[in-house]
């Protein structure tokens, strides 16, 4: 007497394997085609978008004074690389959907509503942190550093140590801003509580002023300018772990 076999086959597993790895990579061929779509539709403008980027230290500028280019390449180079990187940054939305649609089949129905808000304000923060860096921050520090220099030095900023600093300002902000979302994950996981997260702010506000200290050039005004918003934000994400918890069904 035979027994029926039951389940899949042994073979079915490397099967889904090879169906996943495609799926994964059409994905990120999309993401990919995304983003250069965008960058050619910006890399005409590249020059403009220079101009905009570096406006708030060229407005400081002393009367004379200009941005300058030390190597050969730089004036087509640099404003390359920043339209590169706005590229990335403006198809950001449609890569982060590719994103969740590979993993969403796999999340349960109460996940997939958390995630979903969760990945659309992760997207809004990033935005803001950079906007928070252009608008507020930028002024501030080179209206700071042009005020400060000694009498018979010109100011000249080079455009590739110009883009290098704000491409990391950018970064930095844009990370920081996701402090509430990175408090409501780690709450919503079970790995800590709010209440044990506000019984530690004060080691909070030591680590928000050391990462700044690591993620802003070596000035204190950049450092507090970062610092400040981040314990705010993490203070955000406190607000909003608690009424997620609140809200949530009981088990």
């Not at 708030?56 to 004036?75: C, F, W, Y």
Request: glycine letters at 4%; one cysteine or more; proline letters at 9%.
């Amino acid at each position: 007497m035979t027994t029926e076999p039951t389940g899949d086959p042994p073979d079915d597993q490397p099967l889904h394997l090879i169906a996943h790895l495609t799926e994964l990579r059409n994905r990120l061929l999309r993401a990919i085609a995304a983003t250069l779509a965008v960058f050619l539709g910006l890399v005409y403008f590249a020059n403009d978008i220079y101009a905009f980027v570096s406006a708030p230290l060229r407005e400081l500028l002393p009367e004379g004074s200009t941005m300058i280019a030390t190597e050969v390449a730089s004036p087509f180079l640099a404003p390359f690389k920043l339209t590169m990187v706005m590229s990335l940054f403006v198809a950001m939305p449609y890569i982060l959907h590719q994103a969740w649609s590979f993993v969403a089949p796999a999340l349960y129905r109460r996940e997939k509503m958390l995630a979903l808000p969760i990945l659309l304000t992760s997207i809004a923060l990033f935005y803001a942190g950079m906007a928070f860096a252009y608008y507020v921050v930028f002024p501030l520090i080179f209206a700071f550093f042009s005020s400060v220099g000694p009498q018979g030095v010109a100011i000249m900023t080079d455009i590739n140590s110009y883009l290098d600093f704000v491409l990391k300002l950018f970064f930095a902000f844009g990370i920081a801003f996701e402090i509430p979302i990175a408090t409501v994950l780690v709450v919503g996981a079970g790995i800590t509580t709010p209440q044990a997260l506000a019984q530690k702010r004060p080691f909070v506000i030591v680590t928000c002023f050391v990462v700044g200290m690591l993620l802003t050039p070596p000035d204190v005004i950049s450092q507090t300018l970062l610092a400040v918003p981040i314990w705010l934000l993490f203070e955000a994400g406190l607000i909003w772990s608690r009424l997620l918890r609140k809200a949530a069904p009981p088990p």
